[in-house]
């Protein structure tokens, strides 16, 4: 089962920032936070990942509490390209590379 | 600099044929793996592989096959196609299979629509 909790959808305005939270309540000390979206029917974009540290690239910013049991996704700028499904996932620890995706927030962005 | 390539982009078979989808990468991952997406739904693992050589299970693999004779190449394999079979097929590949990873790159995908 998905380890990650999030909202089904969410609304932003154009231009305004996105705050996409996740929890994660039963994460791991090795466990990383990835955070990928999809746009339509095509394949997942990585977006950013995440260990214990804020993160950000030229994409999006993560910010990670202190106990590491929730996040949130910022996009700073959100335009009407960033409409997606957002996928909050936590990487199983000592199992090489296994993504395992829940159903995701589905962002809209409006004019 | 292609990324990962899935063939074909759509497909329809008849129920109890056989079929292969292709995924190849050229940036010389170690990883790569299979997903399915069904209608409003999130991505399921199939199999994965950490290696040429090697695979595993994911999720849900039953009904499925895999191989990994090269780094570049992992085809999925349908051996009698069943109409719960009908969905989107995600192939992805990474860097690195242990520690901090990188992102994962997924290929376009293959609709597959078995009546």
């Known amino acids: 089962d998905a380890k990650t909790t999030q909202p089904p959808s969410m609304d932003c305005a154009e231009g305004r920032a996105a705050n996409l939270p996740c929890n994660h309540s039963t994460i791991s000390g090795n466990e990383y936070v990835y955070w990928y979206r999809q746009i339509h029917s095509q394949g997942p974009q990585y977006i950013i990942h995440g260990l214990k540290n804020n993160e950000t690239n030229e994409m999006a910013s993560l910010i990670i509490t202190e106990d590491r049991k929730s996040s949130t996704l910022i996009l700073p700028h959100a335009t009407l390209r960033d409409t997606a499904v957002y996928y909050c996932?936590?990487?199983?620890?000592?199992?090489?590379?296994?993504?395992?995706f829940g159903t995701g927030t589905r962002l809209q962005v409006f004019p | 600099n292609a990324g990962v390539t899935q063939t074909p982009k759509f497909q329809v078979l008849k129920t109890g044929q056989s079929m292969t989808l292709q995924c190849a990468q050229d940036m010389n991952h170690e990883y790569m793996s299979w997903y399915r997406q069904d209608p409003g739904m999130g991505l399921r693992l199939i199999h994965y592989s950490v290696g040429a050589g090697i695979t595993d299970q994911g999720e849900v693999p039953n009904g499925y096959n895999v191989s990994r004779s090269t780094t570049e190449d992992f085809p999925l394999r349908l051996l009698s196609a069943a109409p719960s079979q009908t969905s989107v097929y995600f192939c992805?590949?990474?860097?690195?299979?242990?520690?901090?990873?990188?992102?994962?790159?997924f290929g376009s995908g293959t609709r597959l629509t078995v009546v």
């Open positions: 992805a590949s990474s860097y690195s299979t242990g520690g901090d990873n990188y992102g994962y790159t």
């Open positions: 996932i936590v990487r199983v620890a000592n199992r090489a590379d296994k993504l395992i």
